[in-house]
Structure formats: C-alpha cells, structure tokens
C-alpha cells in the first residue's frame, strides 16, 4: 500500500523517534505508558503518533532531566490562584532569598494584584492539593524601561513594578516575557525533584505555545541563571548568553524569530496556526 501521509496534528514513526531521539521501540513504550496518543487510521497496521504529546515528551526529555517516576505521585500544572501565591512566595523565599535581602521578595498582595491584570502570569504545579513548584513570569511592552531596573535588581521585589506595566495576553499584541522564577519545594528528595521539575518546565513550555495559538506575538524571553542547574536548563532549551547590566549575573535571552529552538518552533507553528484560522474567519 503507498505510504499514508500523517493527519495534521501526527508524526509518523520515524517523526515521532527523531524529535525525540529515542528508538521508535522506546517511543512504543511512552505510549504504553499514557504520554503519546497513538492513532491508527481505519484499514492500516501502522498509526501516527500525537503531535502535542511527542512535543511535550520532548521538552521533558531536552531538559536532561529525571523522568523515572517509581513511587511519585502524579501531578497537576495549572495557573495559579490568589491563595496558591502564598505558598509561592514561601517557596522563593527558600530557594532565592538570604537574611539580608529576604525584604525584598515580591510580597504576595503585589502579585495577586497582577494576576488580576493576568491570570496566566504565575502557574503552579501540584502534588493533590499541595503546591510543590512554581513558574512566575512577568509579560512587559518590548520597550519597557523597568526590563533594564529588573536585570539590574538581584530580586524582582527591588523594582516598583505596578500594574500598568503587566501586559494583558491579546492577539497582537507584542510582549516580551521575562522568567521571574522557576522552583520546586527543596524539601522534596532529590530524584522526586529531578522528575517533578520536569513536568514543571514541559508544563510552562505548553503556556508559551499556547500564547501563540491566542496569537499572542512574543519577541522574546528574557532569564536570569541563578543556578549551574538553571542555566544548564536555559541553554538546553535554546537561550543564549547575553551581557549583562550588572557584573555576577548572567542573562539569558530566547529572540523567538531568530531561533530554531523547539519551544521557538512551536510557538511559531501555533502561531501560524492561529493567523491561519483568523485570515479564513476574515474571508
């Protein structure tokens, strides 16, 4: 029989096992255990494996991280709720914070008052009910003058960010997307750290694609790496170094046109995607 071409959305085989640079046999497997859809067109022997789902397997696997998950106890990546920036800040305080600047986390009513600018701008991963990471972004005009105070600040909490200076998510509309933080409770063991983590980056990685697919315009991202783990993560996902305003500290940058990163790809494709539907809605 020729060779079927995959429905929009799938990867074929082969596809599927060079994104991921795994074995299609492995590939089987992450199907077996729920993480791929796998799709077999009526009167075939061979299917097409879900796009999404190979994409986020991906992004999990690129961070270098533990994805054994034994005994862990499954979890949920959501945005967060006014009562969830509590345990947020609770959880900077510990990762980044020392005695002499602890003052100047962001304080809790400062970030609710921007999530109800955005509610999209803080997501939180949860074991049942208990909050167990976070990732906190900050989306700006392009041009904003706070992005220089901000690379400048050793914590958010040094610049009067208010809220006129949160961007709303609206198609168009361009942002630039600065990393506030990213962290998972340290009192958690290690290897469940490792595999949570995980999840929690796969889980931001997804909210950056869906920006494009609410035809969001992002320019780029912009991170600090505060931790050899950190920037081993921001390189792996494409960020390059850039100087920085400020001696000791290094600044990552992701220009979204410019890069051929996977998230970059992704977010294109979504992007693309949601110019398609529009243009047609105009027709």
Same mark, same amino acid.
């Given at each position: ?51 999404? !789902? @190979?994409? +986020? ?7 270098? $991280? ?7 106890? %499954? *979890? ?88 006129? !200076? @949160?961007? +709303? ?7 630039? $997307? ?7 409770? %340290? *009192? ?91 243009? +047609?809605?105009?027709?």
């Amino acid at each position: 029989m020729p060779r079927m071409q995959p429905p929009k959305g799938y990867y074929t085989s082969t596809e599927a096992s060079r994104i991921l640079n795994i074995s299609e046999a492995m590939v089987r497997e992450h199907v077996k255990k729920g993480k791929i859809e796998y799709l077999v067109p009526e009167g075939r022997k061979q299917g097409f494996y879900r796009k999404k !789902d @190979v994409d +986020k397997l991906a992004n999990e696997l690129n961070a270098f $991280l533990h994805l054994d998950e034994g005994e862990f106890i %499954p *979890s949920t990546f959501t945005t967060a709720s006014e009562k969830d920036v509590y345990a947020i800040v609770d959880i900077t305080k510990t990762l980044f914070a020392t005695e002499e600047n602890e003052g100047n986390v962001t304080p809790p009513e400062k970030y609710i008052g921007w999530l109800k600018k955005n509610a999209e701008i803080m997501y939180v991963l949860k074991r049942k009910n208990e909050v167990i990471g976070f990732a906190t972004t900050l989306p700006l005009k392009p041009n904003s003058p706070k992005i220089q105070e901000i690379l400048k600040a050793d914590l958010l909490g040094e610049v009067d960010i208010k809220t006129d !200076d @949160v961007e +709303k998510y609206e198609p168009g509309k361009h942002i630039l $997307l600065y990393v506030v933080g990213i962290g998972i409770k %340290p *009192s958690l063991d290690q290897d469940l750290k490792r595999t949570y983590g995980s999840h929690l980056i796969s889980g931001l990685i997804t909210s950056v694609v869906e920006l494009g697919r609410k035809g969001v315009i992002l320019q780029e991202i912009l991170a600090i790496g505060a931790t050899r783990s950190g920037i081993k993560l921001l390189q792996a996902f494409g960020f390059s170094e850039i100087p920085s305003p400020k001696a000791g500290k290094r600044v990552f940058a992701l220009k979204i046109q410019e890069s051929g990163a996977p998230v970059s790809s992704q977010y294109k494709e979504a992007l693309e995607e949601f110019s398609n539907r529009h243009n +047609k809605t105009k027709v």
